[in-house]
């Protein structure tokens, strides 16, 4: 099913790019889906943006309900809040960054007024995926505060104002947020095994959970390997196209209303039309004017830059569930993952087998690795390396798609970053593996996927992300080529 | 109009803002990288933010003004050291691989529990418990002074006393690398740039003078952070990858292996960013929001950054024959 793939892509490719074209007005036009699950304006769940919250606390630690504040960040935003007696008066705000909380004290309560000497405001830094908090203590008995800030909520100081914690604090798991806002969320059954004694059980539990990382991340680092080897190009708008599948996927599903496997189906279809617009409008026309590929390296920065942000304007800040009822758990073999991990699992394995029987036993397949060994040559036996270059960006940014999507469905969610965070350890994958080589890419995944899961066990899993890029430096140092590369690509 | 001259005012605020003189600073220290050497090094902003840790835990710790920056400079030099040794024999794209790699290792160290003590974690280490140092050696007086439109408390976060340091650091930089270039060390540089193997073939430790370069230009770098968390507090997440892009941005703007490009590119980018915000929000506010002005803005950087790579790679000031990019 999937050897075919590329033969199909290429036969519906005008297809393809017409739809692609023509989905773009639709996607401009309907909102995101997000907006009806929108939080209101003083209740903010800090899932994957930023919120602010204001407190205003007397001497017992109750909440002042009618105080008015207001959240500025020196430039130009500026929301109002009034607190209220019975929830965190709390906003969003729209980036990361030091917010000021000015407190209006003629709102306050004539017997709670705001102690001598106590600022009427705070300077408060906003951290995606956390509430940073600014506490005005007021009435009788309250000393002016030592210092100016709240410690923000969140990973670290869960509920350090007494009776806040539980609300403004639980929008993010303890330490389990990888990179700046917790783009990969484990699914409930795994949780987080950091922190604790280890057993046996729990060895074999993580290896599972490393497996399915590993799987899911070599569909994407395939594709990064391919075009590494054909092209030379290390792409780092790779990650987008991870990103992008799952966006797509969400938005087919819960804007367009299609049901799962063919809102799975479109957004691999239109990561294809990506993938063929982007060498037909980009690549290709600056490989024929000969541009020095470390000066393409920096055209895909670029693009990834673009990407990022076009991908945040239609699908926002917030994690974002592409299956949205509960995951089941299901236990095979002493090791318990959702029902939808086992199947990403099933499919990931299915689609590299494929892979491996393209590269090897077909026609376009063998040109493939033709190319990728000698480029010069390959034209001279009559290979057309232009055709196999686009074969293989539309393959890549199709298993980049899939691997979002795979991610974004068996880890439970997903937000903009995801790619982000995936594209370090996929270089870190392939470079593990060998860069330019395919099976590299596979091996490499999956041990950078077992490192990520393992060493959760041992380290805080805040830094399991590190570990892997650690893995990374050392590989340099000691086998620069990788486990499967070769001598001559390392320069 | 007042509309239309606020916009202005805040473009121009822009040029001479402390950021701006961060970004030029860090620009200059990768200019020296990549516009000199050849070096693909894209993790500037790791740099910037180990420069930035190490002054502000310095000066938490009571160190002297002085004594944090030099604080700063050796955490950025024992980096370069670090990511230099294992990658500098190896082609280009590792170097670029690794260094972006290890600067998201330092912002996700730095923003761990396991730090916190020190870092503060990922709400980062508050302004006004590393700035008093800083804020105590000026000689300005107390009060408020306006220049033009623009108008700054003398002393303070966002004050004339952080925009003079900052300027005059950028300005010493930039005797400094100006100096350095047209020295013979600074032609063995370029000649890495042009032919490796020829330098090699004349007898020159070619590594050694990478890794010179690579240490003297995140040097640089680490002066650059502790000038951008000068006017406000040290944030891991907000000296992540999109920072170096900036960075790059700035450098290929203004031009790459030029003396004055760095600062070109950084006054320009900004107050062009700027100006592009604020007109938007200005014209668009009733169509789009705050939130998609920023990233309409963001997108806008991207397709910038391409379009200059591909039409004018060797930026304003540049020369294309003295371009980095076809090293290996």
Redesign the interface.
Known sequence: MTADRPHRRLAWRRLLTALAVAAVPAMLTAPPATADTAPPGTDCTPDGVACVAVLVLDADNGRVPGAQATITDGA??SVEVTTSADAVTSVEV?????YTVELDPASLPADAPLPEGAPTSI?V?A????T?RAAFRVGAGVQAPPA??A??S???TPGTETGAGGEAGSGTTA?GE???DGGVVDAPPEGDASQRAFSLAQVWQQIGSGLRFGLLLALASIGLNLVFGTTGL?NFAHGEQVTLGAALAFISVHVWGLPLWLGILASLALCAATGFAQDAG?WRP?RRRG?????L???T??????????I??FIG?RSLRIVSSNPVPLRIAGITLSEASWVAMGIAVVCILGIAWWLTRTRIGRATRAVSDNPALAAATGIDPDKIVRIVWIMSTTFAALSGILVGISFGSFNWSLG?QLL?LM??AV?LGGLGTAYGALVGSILIGLVVELSNLVI?S??R??SA??I??LV??VR?QGLLGRRER?? | MEEFLRILTQALAELVAPSTAAYALAAIGLNLHFGYTGLLNMGQAGFMLLGAYGFGIATIAGAPFLVALLVAIAAGTVFALLLGIPTLKLRGDYLAIVTISAAEIIRWLGRSTVFQEWTGGASGLLGNSFKHTFHELSFLPDGRTAVGPLEYINTGSDSWWTRLFAWGLVLLALLFVWLLTRSPWGRVLKGIREDEDAVRALGKNVFAYKLQALVIGGALGSLAGVLYVLPRAITPDSMGRTMTFFVWTVLLLGGAATLFGPVLGSMLFFSLYMLMRTGMRAGLGDVIGGTQVEQLGGMLVGVTLMLLVIFRPQGILGNKRELAFNVR
């Open positions: 130009d935003f729209p980036t990361s960054g030091g300077d830094t951290q995606t995926g956390s940073a100016t800030s410690p923000p969140g990973t670290t330490g990888p990179g700046t290390s980009i600056l541009t020095p590929v470390m000066q390296m920096i055209v920065i670029g693009l990834s830059i673009a990407l990022q942000f076009l945040q304007m800040g982000m370090l270089f870190a470079t805080p805040d830094l992300y590190a890029l650690v990374l430096i340099l140092l620069p390392i320069g």
